[in-house]
């Protein structure tokens, strides 16, 4: 696999549903002086993308947004594949030039979506609104004010407005209030807390149950009585077990089963996870997936860099979110719940080696690949361990939150 680093960060509507995500990107052979010209990155990502990692693999059947090179939008040989399910993103430093403008034209009437990209409303640029679908607006440090006069313009355009760098809950309530039509930014990932409260009476049935299976002497019995009292997680389960995943001679019919065949301790990573997806209605679902590639990139890092912790990892990626869900600090839900001390160190302030690789499956999830450079793991081996962690936390969600 060529040397480069390719992620995804989702997009919602209001309603906190994905519309689709947008392909991030880095070439690690490039070095930092080479790698300013926009239309190499950008046609390297198209290229990896669509033809070298297979567009299915990042996004499925949602939007990809993607940057578009000056060359792919003035020269129509270029024109990228995909048409149905691409967003094609106009940099903020391409120029309304007449060629530009054709270009864009003749992109729209082809079928493609057009977004312009951290756009500034200017004489100059206010053209392009001509043929853009959407409009990506940087809102990272903007003030409300400033946010309320750009959204008036805008809206005499017939463009959805996507909010870009929304890295709070609070920002996201702001942008929600100004009208904007969708999200972008790590503020899902975010607890809000806005004061102190007891937990909802469903949020603690269930953190009650998560710390049961923590306990370290839960055996095969005990496992197996707590899921008999719980039809929902039996079912969900067996039906993970009987999946297409393990492809079995036979269907396993029973609790005790399917505990044996797939051990203790993934049984327990497992009903974690379904417990989790009852927390919060409220929440969007990619929190829960970005918990699932965590938990299973933490395990794929580990297994390359530090098996002996590789047994710890699934549980400290997937509880790394548990603040967002819970919209409680960190530090008092682990105070409430068995688990070790290098897990909790690895949660609370990233110590450890289970906390060093957490560490570093946060920073390819935010594209932070500098602080990749200090691990003995090759920029493919972080694609490819990223990639397949994607595909396997999307087909599991098919199973446990269809």
């Not at 790590?186 to 269930?206: E, H, I, L, S, T």
Request: one cysteine or more; aromatic letters at 8%.
């Amino acid at each position: 696999m060529a040397q480069f680093f390719i992620a995804r960060q989702p997009i919602y509507d209001r309603a906190l549903k994905v519309i689709g995500y947008e392909l991030l990107y880095r070439d690690s052979d490039v070095n930092e002086a080479q790698f300013d010209d926009p239309d190499r990155a950008s046609s390297d990502a198209i290229l990896n993308s669509f033809i070298h990692i297979g567009i299915d693999t990042l996004t499925g059947s949602s939007l990809v947004f993607i940057n578009l090179p000056k060359a792919f939008i003035t020269d129509g040989a270029l024109t990228p594949m995909f048409r149905e399910q691409c967003v094609l993103e106009v940099l903020e430093d391409i120029r309304a030039t007449p060629e530009v403008m054709s270009g864009l034209e003749r992109l729209s009437k082809q079928g493609f979506k057009l977004a312009l990209d951290d756009f500034e409303l200017t004489d100059e640029t206010r053209p392009m609104l001509c043929w853009a679908h959407y409009v990506k607006v940087d809102v990272l440090g903007r003030g409300r004010d400033e946010l309320t006069a750009l959204m008036a313009q805008l809206r005499r355009y017939p463009v959805q407005v996507i909010a870009e760098k929304v890295e709070t809950q609070a920002m996201k309530q702001l942008c929600e209030e100004l009208g904007f039509d969708c999200y972008q930014g790590y503020f899902f990932c975010r607890p809000q807390v806005v004061m102190r409260k007891g937990v909802a009476a469903n949020k603690a049935v269930v953190f009650d149950l998560l710390n049961k299976l923590q306990q370290p002497d839960v055996g095969l019995d005990e496992l197996e009585a707590l899921l008999a009292h719980d039809i929902s997680l039996s079912y969900k389960l067996l039906r993970y077990i009987n999946s297409a995943a393990f492809s079995l001679r036979r269907e396993v019919d029973s609790i005790k089963d399917a505990i044996v065949l797939l051990g203790i301790d993934n049984v327990k990573h497992w009903v974690s996870l379904i417990l989790m997806t009852r927390m919060d209605d409220s929440k969007p679902r990619e929190l829960i997936t970005t918990a699932l590639v965590r938990a299973r990139l933490c395990e794929r890092v580990a297994d390359l860099w530090h098996p002996e912790v590789r047994h710890q990892m699934f549980i400290v990626g997937l509880f790394s979110v548990l603040d967002a869900l819970m919209d409680q600090p960190m530090v008092e839900l682990l105070d409430t719940i068995i688990l070790s001390m290098p897990v909790k160190l690895a949660l609370l302030e990233y110590e450890g080696v289970a906390g060093d690789v957490l560490r570093r499956v946060l920073a390819y999830e935010q594209m932070d690949f500098d602080s990749l450079e200090q691990t003995p793991l090759t920029p493919a081996q972080w694609a490819t361990a990223y990639l397949e962690a994607v595909r396997w936390a999307d087909e599991s969600m098919v199973t446990i939150a269809p």
